[in-house]
DNA sequence: GCGACAGAAACCGTATACAATGATGGCATC
DNA sequence: GATGCCATCATTGTATACGGTTTCTGTCGC
């Protein structure tokens, strides 16, 4: 249940509230969300769970409000529930809702392919063969959340290269939630993004060849969704002793 | 310092709790929502103008932390622009950013065509050739406001059939910025959606076309955008008494 | 006449207090 | 012994108060 916190361990996390510099709300502001948003993607918040905002008030130091705003950020991005009366929570995407979030991804991502292969430079695809890079050593050192984070972040770049921020912006959101999926619909050891399948893609975005980049990025993304066991939970009789044995 | 004689006395007064249904407080938010986007979509108020929250919080008879709530979700949706210290204004899309709405909007709701066009029932389509009645309706009264509102429900509508929420989502929102680009970057008496564009584009989803259901929503979307041009409109302060009188 | 500075007002950012509501557990009754 | 009701508690929703920053304006100096 409510994993109770040390209270005697409650300490600000990091210098905070009084400490002079106020200017630096804004950016505080944003530190805690990537806070959270991180730790949703990274899967130590899993779905379903419950973020009463006294709790993290606490955590972060910080008054419910500037939680409020933060969760209600997180909320239209569909990473956290809000239900009226009732509080956040992590949110637990269905399995129409993971259906659409990768049918958007092909239709975007591939859609934006061409549009890189035009425009990468050799510093881009240098800098997204070390993320792949680093991928691959997460997912070899068994470092599953870092890997699924670092995932996201590389197919989040790859779409700002194509120039346009608002489809970016919504690769960059169907990247989270997919992490939200994976977290719920994933088998371990299979983790979406096979070892070379972003080196083998970034070689034709290299090579200018916008078309194979996207029929591979289709069956990459064909790839993980394949790996997910889709089938609708049985919502009537969960196994409450096996969910919560590791409280 | 806190005086809550105040407080007790602060009871019923002006009624709201009295008035029996104390949970239309959500729906009051949604409604005020709607009011404030509304006016951006219809250019009642314009690309720039400034919306604070004390003028807010007082035409609609909430306090300034609903009327926060409010802006931060329209910032989210990026119709308005949310200035640290400086507070709200409707946001004034850039040039670049009305090429990446287009291009996105070209992307998705071209690639939906195929989908829609297999999923549609009678029953929608009939609904869509209704509201695209009333588009053309408002167009020839000269409602230009009604009209582009109309017209982008009309699209949001569409998206909606292919089954995908997320992508529907996306376009609901290209729509509303495509909205704000009309009010900077349109001419007057040349607005995006011809007459009969879908009308057309109607046939072809009802006689199952995909295709060329998909390649007429490329034109359409070309259309628009090439009517657009990039003469800025000045922008006076408005008059939010005015504006909201109906309320 | 123009620019700069100072004072004042306006406005946003944050925290806190209060009200309302859903949840939980005990108690009485059947 | 089980079930329904009631009281208490925990948690969110909303408003307001306070502090800081920006901006406007009026005056002074050049």
């Known amino acids: 249940m409510n994993q109770r916190q040390d209270a005697s361990q409650r300490r600000p996390a990091g210098g905070v509230s009084r400490t002079g510099k106020i200017g630096d709300g804004a950016e505080r502001h ?7 948003s991180d730790a949703i993607i990274e899967h130590r918040l899993k779905p379903g769970a419950r973020l009463r905002e006294d709790a993290l008030a606490e955590v972060f130091g910080i008054s419910r409000t500037g939680i409020r705003k933060i969760l209600q950020r997180l ?19 269905t399995a129409d809702e993971a259906q659409d979030v ?19 430079t050799a510093d881009e ?54 992490s939200l999926i994976l977290a719920v619909y994933g088998n371990v050891g299979h983790l979406g993004c096979e070892s070379h399948d972003h080196d083998d893609l970034m070689s034709f975005l290299e090579s200018g060849n916008g078309e194979r980049a996207q029929a591979f990025m289709g069956r990459h993304l064909k790839a993980i969704e394949a790996s997910l066991s ?16 590791g409280y």
């Open 30 to 36: 944003e530190a805690i969300y990537h806070s959270i």
């Open 102 to 120: 990768f049918d958007a991804r092909q239709m975007i991502e591939c859609g934006l392919m061409p549009e890189v292969a035009r425009r990468i």
């Open 125 to 178: 695809a240098q800098e997204l063969r070390d993320m792949a890079l680093r991928v691959r050593q997460a997912l070899r050192s068994g470092e599953q959340s870092a890997a699924i984070k670092l995932s996201a972040a590389f197919h989040g770049r790859l779409a700002q290269i194509s120039g346009n921020a608002t489809l970016a912006e919504f690769v960059e959101r169907l990247c989270s939630r997919s």
């Open 230 to 245: 889709l089938h609708e939970e049985g919502v009537e009789a969960p196994d409450l002793f096996e969910i919560f044995s």
């Open 75 to 93: 909320a239209l991005e569909q990473l956290v529930t809000l239900t009226p009366r009732r509080g956040a929570s992590v949110t637990r995407p």
